[in-house]
């Protein structure tokens, strides 16, 4: 393993340790990874909302790089199509991506835009965002 994949897997790890905790935090109760075989993903994160709902959530960020989190396209189509495939399952928990940083403007918003609206993806939360995070209480 590079130098650098060593380096982004760390980034990885710690920036799925924020979210474990930023969920905790908020009245979650943080299970583990699900292999839906169905459809060929895993999701990194089953919890169970302080209402009881089950939610599941994926996590694209790191706390360093030149573009973390869904600024990186495949990033951010990786999140989509996985949403999408979700979404074909019909009867499914909401899909939440917890992520370091949103894209802004061009062509990564307007994919973004378009998997919420499609409801691809039930929400797209800003981890560093106060004004994001409070929507994990409404879950």
Known sequence: MSLFQSAASLQGRQFADQCDLLLRNSGYEVGSRVLVTTIGIEI????VSPTGRIIWF?????????RPGLLRTDTLKKAIANGALLKA????????VLTSHLPEAGAGLAMLETAVALGYLDDVICVYKPADTVRLKRL
Not at 44 to 47: C, G, L, M, P, S
Not at 58 to 66: A, I, L, R
């Open 44 to 47: 990194d994160r089953e919890a």
């Open 58 to 66: 994926e996590y694209k960020g790191s706390v360093q790089g030149s």
């Open 89 to 96: 399952m019909g009867d499914r928990p909401p899909f939440v």
